[in-house]
């Protein structure tokens, strides 16, 4: 399983239309095959910082998602205006789930 994790930091002024863009970016992610699911997360400390976070069957389904971003017109557009309401660039970081230690069995697995 992959784990996609994007923080997106709004200019002041322009929180409520960058959630309307995170919400269509979100609904768009959920369309595609292999999102496991996908949620907008606030800050506790910044009130214009959001993750969007989603999980992948694996790295093939999120490639093939951002290869049909691409293809979609309304949605890239959406994203397009999303990236110009940002008080700065969006960080973006990709995780693999681990095997829990419980289902490995013999030390040669700890390095898969």
């Not at 930091?9 to 595609?32: N, P």
């Not at 694996?58 to 293809?71: C, G, T, V, Y």
Request: glycine share 2%; charged share 35%.
């Amino acid at each position: 399983m992959l784990t996609d994790i994007a923080i997106f930091r709004f200019k002041e002024y322009q929180i409520k239309t960058g959630l309307i863009h995170l919400k269509a970016h979100r609904d768009f992610l959920l369309t595609q095959n292999g999102c496991l699911e996908a949620e907008i997360l606030k800050s506790t400390d910044r009130e214009n910082e959001y993750l969007l976070i989603s999980k992948w069957k694996d790295q093939e389904s999120f490639d093939e998602s951002i290869e049909n971003l691409r293809k979609t017109g309304i949605a890239q557009r959406s994203v397009f205006e999303l990236l110009n309401i940002l008080e700065k660039e969006p960080v973006f970081e990709r995780f693999e789930s681990l095997k829990p230690t419980n289902e490995i069995k013999n030390v040669s697995e700890l390095h898969e």
